[in-house]
């Protein structure tokens, strides 16, 4: 599929879309911790620890799963990222080449932590209560995660399994840290005194 989609789809719209999607990662993280903070102060600190600590279990998943993207032995050859296919010349093209070039390593991950994080910014969006930040994120993310597979990033089965992983991510660190929230520090500070 990663393969098919983008030789399928090497349209103008279509590429921008996917480069546009992937580009949206970091700033997806950004938004939701930054809402977080001038909205709903009290869970921030919980909110910015679910996403920081699905860096580190993934980064972990990582050492102990290495793996190689979709382009077969490339890999055993070759330390260079392939470059991202579709439309050349669109500014979100760039800006994706610019990243891979600035310290994206030229292998995949298994599961896709692009799709297993935003998915969890996306629960914490849904969580929030604000339906116009959900709604506003969601294209981005639909773009994101079709854009893993599109710029041949990772297999389909690494983003099937960055979905099913990030909600089940979401859950357990969320589950760990219901009590960390302005109001519960605030009541266990003042039982400690």
């Not at 099913?164 to 969320?174: K, N, P, R």
Request: glycine content about 4%; charged content about 10%; aromatic content about 18%.
């Amino acid at each position: 599929p990663a393969l098919v989609f983008a030789k399928n789809m090497p349209w103008v719209i279509v590429s921008e879309l996917m480069d546009l999607g992937y580009v949206m990662y970091y700033p997806m993280m950004v938004i939701v911790a930054y809402y977080y903070f001038f909205c709903r102060y009290r869970e921030f600190e919980r909110a910015t620890f679910v996403i920081y600590a699905s860096f580190i279990i993934y980064y972990v998943i990582f050492i102990f799963v290495p793996v190689a993207g979709p382009m077969h032995d490339y890999f055993n050859y070759c330390t260079d990222c392939l470059p991202t296919p579709g439309y050349t010349d669109g500014i979100f093209y760039h800006l994706v080449e610019d990243a891979k070039a600035a310290g994206e390593r030229p292998t995949a991950a298994f599961p896709s932590s692009h799709v297993s994080i935003s998915t969890v910014c996306m629960l914490l969006a849904w969580h929030s209560g604000n339906r116009k930040l959900t709604y506003t994120l969601l294209p981005f993310y639909i773009f994101l995660c079709l854009a893993t597979v599109y710029i041949q990033a990772h297999y389909l089965i690494d983003a099937l399994a960055g979905l099913v992983t990030g909600v089940a991510v979401y859950f357990g660190l969320m589950a760990v840290s219901r009590n960390m929230t302005e109001h519960n520090i605030s009541t266990s500070k003042q039982s400690q005194r």
